[in-house]
């Protein structure tokens, strides 16, 4: 299982498990607990490198690229057979999701800015 927190949650884990430690029958455990969250704090913070971070950032900017480039040919056809062009039809025509569709709305009303009907 994998589980996100962020910097306020972990800190609030550990004023908790701290608490906790002074209790004979958890205080062995809170002592670990916390061990471990500091731990895999600091390998997440050491993982986030400058090379990782360019590696994401490309790989957005690609599929950035690419869902537009869907959109633009989901356009064209829908304008080519005189379909009703909604976020919906363009997702469903572009094979993406409506989310998708959704964060690209600007560049659709650009795209299509007399005929889009939201």
Known sequence: MRLTLTKKEIEDLAYILYEVESHKE???????????????????????????????????????????????????????NNKNITLYSIAKAANISYNTAKRHYEYICELSKPILNV
Do not use: Q
């Open 26 to 80: 958890y205080g062995e455990r809170a002592v670990e607990l916390v061990k471990r969250l500091s731990y895999e704090e600091e390998k997440y913070l050491n993982s986030i490198t400058t090379k990782k971070r360019a590696a994401t950032k490309a790989a957005n900017k690609a599929k950035n690229s690419r869902s537009r480039r869907l959109i633009k040919k989901a356009i064209d056809s829908l304008n080519a």
